[in-house]
């Protein structure tokens, strides 16, 4: 299957601890992006990259850390989660000269912070 | 500031029913505007996008710079079209501002 995956699907753990979210694309996209889906489903991008060079960073705390060892994956690492972390974590891609409007979504990952 | 407005967090009509979806946004350029649609237990995806003037599932969207309008519309709904809709604005080359979505909930 051509998609865009991310693991793990849920992902449930206890304030203080670092946590790792992978997200994969293999349609051949060049950017890919990470957004939080809030618990009101407000859905705010946090980064993206293009051919693994950060493009975008969204005043997110220094806690969420990406990183992008190749075009193909972009994974999201957070240190010392916190309980406002809860959220659904949306990974995406776009391909070259389509521009930034389409974008092809993960399933989500939803990490529920104790 | 809030680029992109979605007034309804909740839209409810019965199956045929004419549904409009509103969507208002801000932006001083020229704009992008995209609608996305994520059905229960699946993932977002793109609807449609203004540039593409196209009609998918029934729905259409027409761009109003005189009243910065890109209201998604569909004049018979269906009880499949339940879903939560995300308007969205490209903002120059980089990145998707998304609204608040709205939850159309369409029964029988």
């Known amino acids: 299957d051509t998609a865009v995956s991310q693991t793990p699907k849920y992902l449930v753990t206890q304030m203080g601890n670092d946590k790792s979210i992978k997200c994969e694309q293999n349609l051949g996209h060049d950017t890919m992006y990470w957004y939080k889906q809030d618990s009101k489903k407000f859905l705010k991008i946090m980064f993206s990259?293009?051919?693994?060079?950060?493009?975008i960073n969204e005043t997110v705390p220094n806690r969420f850390s990406p990183k992008s060892p190749d075009k193909a994956h972009l994974n999201l690492h957070i240190n010392s989660l916190e309980l406002g972390d809860s959220a659904v974590y949306f990974c995406?891609?776009?391909?070259?000269?389509?521009?930034?409007?389409?974008?092809?979504f993960g399933p989500g990952t939803r990490l529920l912070v104790l | 500031a809030q680029r992109v407005t979605q007034p309804e967090k909740l839209l409810s009509v019965f199956k045929g029913a004419p549904v409009e979806l509103k969507c208002n946004y801000s932006y001083s350029g020229s704009p992008e505007l995209f609608w996305y649609v994520q059905y229960s237990r699946q993932r977002l995806q793109l609807l449609l996008r203004?540039?593409s003037r196209e009609s998918i599932k029934g729905f259409t969207a027409d761009l109003n710079k005189g009243e910065t309008s890109f209201h998604l519309k569909k004049p018979f709904a269906q009880e499949e079209d339940s879903a939560m809709y995300y308007c969205a604005l490209s903002e120059g080359t980089d990145k998707l501002i998304f609204g608040t979505g709205t939850r159309l909930q369409v029964f029988p």
């Open positions: 203004h540039i």
């Open positions: 990259y293009n051919n693994k060079e950060l493009i």
């Open positions: 995406a891609s776009s391909p070259p000269a389509s521009g930034v409007g389409t974008q092809y």
